[in-house]
């Protein structure tokens, strides 16, 4: 039997709305344990298949129970979305440049996703509206902010009494947050503040605020638990922030692989924050690029380094076990044989899903790596088969992407 009549066998055609649905129910009713967490992939950004797929997704995934969705913009931005889905009144292009960092706003697919959770949530109970959320870390891919908005928040939430003494000179410690932003730091460490004595001193501050609102959640959260998540969630940013700069840093040959790393952490603690918000109103959907996804360690070229660090899926996956479900995607408008791109394009009509451990059975053993087809498209290998609990494959993407940043 060809490879391309095995994949056929095992391949469940997406043709429509219907067949993803019905394709997704019996993937997952396959599991031990329904998921919490139901993680789909990209292998880019700006391409718009990708996005219109989580979209007919998650309209589907939302009549079997789903209440929420995170995708991979900054963790406290969303919070303008969210509240736009929820009925408070904005402009939407207001709510895509300033609740879609990283000017994902500009993704194709992401007005119609917001469009559509504004009117699904109109007139519906709280307990059964589609919450928005972000995930990713408050940084860009060269730089990181400044601490002072996430210890601000933590310092002015607490009551004056409960405040440690070593946040009085807090505003000293911080000093120009020009100083923390400096894109050089970069590609010099020596530009970089994350390793100086007022650095060193707000890694303190953070930790001694972090334990006081923690030693005082009995007498605070029960009279606002909203803002006392906040604080919270303000609180665990405000450490991740510093110790992302102690490492931006540092001249250590594995510096890159080390800020993967924690920005990796960061995502996988507001998924679990997700989670737990979550856990009496049902599952989520989260969705991102696939190596942030996968269970498998990442890896990505930077000039002659090669990083490697633990993804923000391999982290929840590790907390989550069997409740955690992760499905990959790949597509390109052309095939290339040799290649798993190849193999599994001569099995998709227009979309078709593999559940893995079919798709590996069918694999030759030597089968290799597509090409990219825009820079940051990382081509599924089959390594990348080992961190997935299926794959999705598109044939009809033109493979153009959107410019939107």
């Known amino acids: 039997m060809s490879t391309a009549t095995a994949l056929r066998a095992i391949g469940r055609q997406l043709d429509d709305s219907a067949g993803l649905g019905r394709a997704v129910d019996d993937l997952l009713a ?11 992939g990209e292998p880019t950004h700006g391409i718009k298949a990708f996005p219109l797929l989580r979209n007919e997704l998650l309209a589907h995934l939302v009549e079997r129970g ?12 969303a919070a303008v979305v969210d509240d736009y889905v929820n009925g408070a009144t904005a402009e939407i292009d207001t709510v895509l440049a300033t609740g879609f960092s990283h000017g994902f706003g500009n ?14 949530n109109t007139d519906r109970a709280p307990q059964d509206r589609i919450r928005f959320y972000g995930f990713d870390a408050p940084t860009e891919t060269a730089t990181a902010p400044s601490p002072r908005h996430a210890l601000s928040a933590v310092d002015g939430y607490l009551p004056a009494a409960l405040r440690p003494a070593s946040a009085h000179d807090l505003d000293a410690l911080l000093g120009d947050d020009a100083d923390w932003a400096n894109p050089a730091v970069m590609y010099d460490p020596t530009a970089s503040i994350g390793d100086s004595d007022r650095a060193r001193a707000l ?14 959640a009995p007498a605070l959260r029960p009279a606002d638990p909203t803002g006392y998540d906040h604080a919270l969630a303000h609180a665990r940013t405000a450490q ?26 960061m995502m996988a603690d507001n998924l679990l924050d997700i989670v737990a918000q979550e856990r009496h109103r049902g599952p989520s959907l989260v969705f991102a690029h696939n190596m942030h996804l996968q269970r498998r360690q990442s890896q990505m070229q930077f000039g002659d380094h090669e990083a490697h660090w633990g993804s923000a899926g391999a982290l929840v996956a590790l907390a989550l076990g069997e ?41 030759p053993p030597a089968i290799g790596t597509g090409t990219p087809i825009v820079p940051g498209h990382l ?23 959107v410019q939107y940043w």
Do not use: C
């Open 30 to 40: 396959a599991r031990a344990e329904p998921p919490v967490l139901l993680a789909l």
């Open 66 to 77: 789903y209440r929420s969705i995170a995708l991979e913009i900054d963790f406290f931005a």
């Open 107 to 120: 993704v194709p697919g992401n007005r119609e996703l917001v469009e559509w959770l504004r009117t699904h």
């Open 203 to 216: 890694r303190i501050v953070a930790d001694d605020l972090a334990s006081a609102l923690r030693r005082s």
């Open 240 to 265: 991740s922030l510093l110790r992302y700069h102690a490492a931006m840093a540092s001249p250590a040959p594995d510096r890159v692989s080390t800020l993967l790393s924690l920005r990796a952490e």
């Open 323 to 363: 409740r955690y479900a992760f499905v990959a995607t790949d597509g390109r408008p052309d095939s290339e044989p040799g290649t798993l791109q190849g193999a599994l394009a001569e099995a998709t009509n227009r979309r078709a899903l593999f559940p893995i451990d079919a798709l590996r059975a069918a694999l």
């Open 379 to 401: 081509p599924l290998n089959p390594a990348d088969l080992d961190g997935a609990d299926a794959v999705i494959y598109i044939a009809d993407t033109d493979g153009k992407r």
